[in-house]
Antibody, heavy 120, light 106 residues
Framework: EVQVLESGGGLVQPGGSLRLSCIIS????????VTWVRQAPGKGLEYVAL????????YYANSVRGRVTISRDNSKNRVYLEMNNLRDEDTARYFC?????????????WGQGTVVTVSS | DIQMTQSPSTLSASVGDRISITCRAN??????LAWYQQKPGRAPKLLIY???TLESGVPSRFSGSGSGTEFTLTISSLQPDDFATFYC?????????FGPGTKVDI
């Protein structure tokens, strides 16, 4: 059974940085894209970033572009989300999800998320 | 960004009801649309992809239809476990916009 597990969340001051990690087990990660999605408290789902199966293609939501970097290490089945210059509005649960295709596609496996709280 | 809308935003229903949720995109997204179910405190769960393909393990009472700019999720006979929030999502572009969600409650 495919499992997705995020880690790295926590409390950070505005302007601070965090690195989120996602490990996807029981599947060869290489052929599949991965996405990060976040959900602010009481709000809906918001796309954050996408990385292709090879890692060569990366895309970001306008709300985080320039402050966030997505990367992956297929040898470790891991995907990362480096977040800098964090703002109050970045407070959310961040989900990592495995895609059905190498770049685009529905997200078929999700983790339970890791919580990021930006507050002074 | 592609603008995704859903209607209704809230739907009150009873066990056994047939319900439908509509999702609209402001441009043609062909059939690059997924539906997810999310319960409080849980991760989203994929129900439908490619607008009408049922994900493995999802009960057959769920179905999806549509193409282009208008899509529908239908639950043929609502079960107690189905009360949740449902989201549509487009993946026709590299920016996977979600709809605002439809909460289905009693």
């Amino acid at each position: 059974e495919v499992q997705v597990l995020e880690s790295g969340g926590g409390l950070v001051q505005p302007g601070g940085s965090l690195r989120l990690s996602c490990i996807i087990s029981a599947v060869t990660l290489n052929p599949y894209g991965v996405t990060w999605v976040r959900q602010a408290p009481g709000k809906g789902l918001e796309y954050v970033a996408l990385i292709s199966s090879s890692g060569e293609s990366r895309y970001y939501a306008n709300s985080v572009r320039g402050r966030v970097t997505i990367s992956r290490d297929n040898s470790k089945n891991r995907v990362y989300l480096e977040m800098n210059n964090l703002r109050d509005e970045d407070t959310a649960r961040y989900f990592c999800a495995h895609l059905r295709g190498p770049l685009v596609g529905a997200a078929d496996y999700w983790g339970q998320g890791t919580v990021v709280t930006v507050s002074s | 960004d592609i603008q995704m809308t859903q209607s209704p935003s809230t739907l009150s229903a009873s066990v056994g009801d047939r319900i439908s949720i509509t999702c609209r995109a402001n441009i043609n997204i062909y059939t690059s649309l997924a539906w997810y179910q999310q319960k409080p405190g849980r991760a989203p769960k994929l129900l439908i992809y490619e607008a009408s393909t049922l994900e493995s393990g999802v009960p057959s009472r769920f179905s999806g239809s549509g193409s282009g700019t208008e899509f529908t999720l239908t639950i043929s006979s609502l079960q107690p476990d189905d009360f949740a929030t449902f989201y549509c999502q487009q993946y026709a572009t590299y920016f996977f916009d979600f709809g605002p969600g439809t909460k289905v409650d009693i």
